[in-house]
């Protein structure tokens, strides 16, 4: 840190001196060298800040939802079949776990609640939840970019950038308490 801060102090130095050559007066060290603004560079209105709110409204729920339609669909035998056999789940039993809790998820609390582990669980919820995060993940790294563009989402790229962010709390649902 220490490096990067002499660095940055003596790239100040350097292009101060230079300037104070031209004008012919000697510029201060502590002068403050502030960013250009770009011309196309402007504050956000109210209209363009609550649209930007409004498209992170929903996400978890989306994603939630599109988890649990892909885990009930038969595209994703090849994927859960394996899954089920090694936790030792019932594959019909779960499915239908799923399909009764995909109208739980309303938001990120009802998509956190199907994906955390809680030791007061019984055990075939707990290993219920431990194969949705498996199958969760399988979807949101290879299924996800298709679902985001052949579905009627509004704000597909905001989608795109946020599906990292999703896996990463789906791998640790204790922290899933936000996407911001």
């Not at 035998?77 to 009764?100: C, H």
């Not at 962010?165 to 911001?180: A, D, V």
Request: glycine fraction near 4%; charge should be positive; charged fraction near 30%.
């Amino acid at each position: 840190m220490k490096f990067l801060k002499t660095k940055i102090t003596k790239a100040n130095q350097i292009g101060l001196a230079s300037s104070s050559k031209k004008s012919g007066k000697k510029a201060p060290l502590s002068a403050k060298i502030t960013k250009p603004k770009e011309p196309g560079e402007k504050k956000l209105t109210k209209r363009e800040a609550r649209k930007i709110a409004k498209s992170y409204k929903n996400i978890a729920k989306n994603f939630g939802r599109a988890i649990c339609s892909f885990t009930v669909s038969s595209t994703s035998d090849d994927y859960l079949i394996p899954i089920t056999e090694k936790e030792g789940v019932n594959l019909s039993l779960f499915r239908e776990y799923i399909e009764q809790r995909k109208e739980e998820i309303n938001g990120i609390e009802g998509f956190r609640r199907l994906l955390l582990v809680d030791p007061a669980d019984p055990p075939d919820i707990q290993q219920y939840k431990r194969c949705f995060q498996k199958i969760a993940e399988v979807f949101m790294k290879y299924f996800s970019v298709n679902w985001i563009f052949s579905g009627r989402l509004s704000y597909q790229m905001l989608y795109l950038k946020l599906r990292f962010k999703i896996l990463r709390r789906i791998q640790h649902p204790e922290l899933f308490t936000f996407i911001k």
